[in-house]
């Protein structure tokens, strides 16, 4: 069965810091992987997703980059992060594009 | 651009009573998928139910179902014989077509059951 694996759970961090959260997928080969946004009480924004390693579609122009080094990793990073970039950051992953997608467990980042 | 509207932020339900949930999208495709998802307190994403756009009959599982209205653009969410465990935030999704399409969420709900 597959399944997904997305690390750390919790991250407080100071601002002007480095940020590298990491997902995994097993169990699949050549998922479809994305790493969504949820603001406190709101819905999901997408902020990349990546169909295939080394491509990578930016959904929004900020602080973050994404990378996918290996098949079934995809990173989320940030040189510098700032107070805005706090947020509960899910990855998830799909077989192709049009499915439904599955979600890690998230991590809940905290920029102070 | 696609959209999905969720216009309720919270609704409450009896327990063993049966609630609706709302949600209409915007799109100009034919084909396209739709889901709900279930956000626990645990912030684990779960999926719920599916819906393909070509096919006319609502999707079931379980206690859960949906009413799909194509034309009007309303996915709704059916939850019957509710259980406390069913308390959670429900989000509503869109999927289009192509390979580089992306799938859209709307703002979610908050669904509280009370015992």
């Known amino acids: 069965s597959q399944t997904i694996h997305q690390w750390p759970a919790t991250l407080v961090q100071p601002v002007g810091s480095p940020l590298s959260l990491e997902c995994t997928v097993e169990?699949?080969?050549?998922?479809?992987l994305y790493w969504y946004r949820q603001a406190a009480g709101r819905g999901l924004q997408l902020l990349f997703y990546s169909v295939g390693i080394g491509q990578i579609s930016s959904e929004v122009p900020q602080n973050l980059s994404a990378s996918r080094p290996q098949d079934r990793q995809f990173i989320l990073s940030s040189k510098k992060l700032l107070l805005s970039d706090s947020g509960f950051y899910l990855c998830?992953?799909?077989?192709?594009?049009?499915?439904?997608?599955?979600f890690g467990q998230g991590t809940r980042l905290t920029v102070v | 651009a696609q959209t999905v509207t969720q216009s309720q932020p919270e609704m409450s339900v009896q327990e063993a009573e049966t609630v609706t949930l709302s949600c209409t999208y915007d799109t100009s495709e034919s084909d396209y998928y739709l889901f709900w998802y279930k956000q626990p307190p645990s912030r684990q994403m779960i999926l719920v139910i599916r819906?393909?756009?070509?096919?006319?009959q609502n999707a079931t599982e379980n206690r859960f179902s949906v009413n799909f209205q194509k034309a009007a653009k309303s996915f709704s969410l059916k939850i019957s014989d509710s259980q406390l465990g069913d308390a959670a935030m429900y989000f509503c999704a869109y999927f289009p077509p192509g390979a580089n399409s992306k799938l859209t969420f709307g703002k979610g709900i908050t669904l509280s059951v009370r015992p």
């Open positions: 819906q393909e756009a070509y096919k006319q």
């Open positions: 998830a992953w799909s077989v192709q594009v049009n499915t439904e997608a599955f």
């Open positions: 169990g699949t080969s050549n998922p479809n």
